[in-house]
T-cell receptor
Framework: DAGVIQSPRHEVTEMGQEVTLRCKPI?????LFWYRQTMMRGLELLIY????????DSGMPEDRFSAKMPNASFSTLKIQPSEPRDSAVYFC???????????FGSGTRLTVV | GESVGLHLPTLSVQEGDNSIINCAYS??????FIWYKQESGKGPQFIID?????DKRQGQRVTVLLNKTVKHLSLQIAATQPGDSAVYFC??????????FGTGTRLLVSP
């Protein structure tokens, strides 16, 4: 298995633009998580899905952030409009069972200028 | 995926030494704990886990100790190698079924 695949690896965008981050979980994993990593706040859970259904989005910072999982092999995290404070590394992770042995992708480094 | 940076606690060891990385967790209801390793430019990588009904678990060159009385986890790495240089995170699964990460410790191994 290729592991959790995220794209793009790097994204530089201007403030106000829409940004879409993509994730392909490991086949057969039915949990998918989106995390954000910053120097100030470390790794924060934004939202997670079980069987494509959002279960907990309490970590989503504000309405500018949205996440979808239209099928078992694809998820997106969208920021609209983007702001400089959204600059961070965004990780996607998947697991067979919630809380056990997450596998992380390589992350998307987002820079909003 | 560059890890959190400048203000992480840092542990510096010589190659061949044993390393001990500590972590205080926050939730007494947490029932499962994981140690992750994160190298520069990569996502966190699973190292070892332990359930709350255990106090010790061993893997290859790594041992995790859990002290629920003081809510403390430690990761011991035997015969530390330069390739072990990374940021190490502990994570706890809370009563709300979320995996919450600690702030991390940077391990620097000198040859």
């Amino acid at each position: 298995d290729a592991g959790v695949i995220q794209s793009p690896r790097h994204e530089v965008t201007e403030m106000g633009q829409e940004v879409t981050l993509r994730c392909k979980p490991i086949s057969g994993h039915d949990y998918l998580f989106w995390y954000r990593q910053t120097m100030m706040r470390g790794l924060e859970l934004l939202i997670y899905f079980n069987n494509n259904v959002p279960i907990d989005d309490s970590g989503m910072p504000e309405d500018r952030f949205s996440a979808k999982m239209p099928n078992a092999s694809f998820s997106t995290l969208k920021i609209q409009p983007s702001e400089p404070r959204d600059s961070a590394v965004y990780f996607c992770a998947s697991s067979l069972r919630q809380g056990y042995g997450y596998t992380f992708g390589s992350g998307t480094r987002l820079t909003v200028v | 995926g560059e890890s959190v940076g400048l203000h992480l606690p840092t542990l510096s060891v010589q190659e061949g030494d044993n390393s001990i990385i500590n972590c205080a967790y926050s939730n007494s209801a947490s029932d499962y704990f994981i140690w992750y390793k994160q190298e520069s430019g990569k996502g966190p990588q699973f190292i070892i886990d332990i359930r709350s009904n255990m106090d010790k678990r061993q893997g290859q060159r790594v041992t995790v100790l859990l002290n629920k009385t003081v809510k403390h986890l430690s990761l011991q790495i035997a015969a530390t190698q330069p390739g072990d240089s990374a940021v190490y995170f502990c994570a706890e699964r809370t009563g709300f079924q979320k995996l919450v990460f600690g702030t991390g410790t940077r391990l620097l191994v000198s040859p």
